[in-house]
């Protein structure tokens, strides 16, 4: 079964850093792109961006490429998001995502999110 | 950047009633390739969104038969037949034919 775990998230002042991980299992993690998606508090979904299965290269939102930078470690099976000089707006809940098996093309699978929340 | 563009839904809807949820691109999502780069998502209250419909109208492995998606180039629908209590939550759509990526704004669903 494939399962998606996000963590990292919390209360976070602006300005800061923060680091988001996704432990991925169920499935062969180096063979697949990966996503992050965001969801505001107001129910806005936002596609963050993805990378490919080596690592070798990666597509971003062009309004958050400037401070976000996804990564990934295959030997662990981990997915990353680095969040930098976050904003209020970055307040959201982040979501790891994975397509589905060829013909699906999807996001067919998200995992439970983890909640981002940035104030002073 | 394509813009998702969802209409709402009169609701509540009566339970056993079908419901159109419309979603309309800036752009043709339609490939060279004869595929439609317009997926549909359902976010049930309390939980992440699951993948509906692929490719304008291809039912994702395990959805209801209800759930059925149709449309042109850049005009998409949703429909549900007979609703039920289980399909309440939040509709998006999405396009995927290029960078970055979009969804709709969302369209809530409510029973009667």
């Known amino acids: 079964e494939v399962q998606l775990v996000e963590s990292g998230g919390g209360l976070v002042q602006p300005g800061a850093s923060l680091k988001l991980s996704c432990v991925a299992s169920g499935f062969t993690f180096s063979d697949y792109w990966m996503s992050w998606v965001r969801q505001t508090p107001g129910k806005t979904m936002e596609w963050i961006g993805d990378?490919?299965?080596?690592?070798?290269?990666?597509n971003y939102a062009p309004s958050l490429k400037n401070r976000f930078t996804i990564s990934r470690d295959n030997a662990k099976s981990t997915l990353y998001l680095q969040m930098s000089n976050v904003r209020s707006e970055d307040t959201a809940t982040y979501y790891c995502?994975?397509?589905?098996?060829?013909?699906?093309?999807?996001?067919?699978?998200w995992g439970q999110g983890t909640l981002v929340t940035v104030s002073s | 950047d394509i813009v998702m563009t969802q209409g709402a839904l009169p609701n509540p809807v009566p339970s056993g009633e079908s419901a159109s949820i419309t979603c309309q691109s800036s752009?043709?999502?339609?490939?060279?390739?004869?595929?439609?780069?317009l997926n549909w998502y359902l976010q049930r209250p309390g939980q992440s969104p699951q993948l509906l419909i692929y490719?304008?109208?291809t039912r994702a492995s395990g959805v209801s038969d209800r759930f059925s998606g149709s449309g042109s180039g850049t005009d998409f629908t949703l429909k549900i037949s007979s609703v039920e209590a289980e399909d309440v939550g939040v509709y998006y759509c999405q396009q995927f034919l290029e960078y970055p990526l979009t969804f709709g704004s969302g369209t809530k669903l409510e029973i009667k």
């Open positions: 752009k043709s999502l339609l490939h060279s390739n004869g595929k439609t780069y």
């Open positions: 490719w304008m109208s």
């Open positions: 990378i490919k299965y080596d690592g070798s290269y990666t």
């Open positions: 995502t994975r397509q589905g098996d060829y013909p699906v093309k999807g996001f067919a699978y």
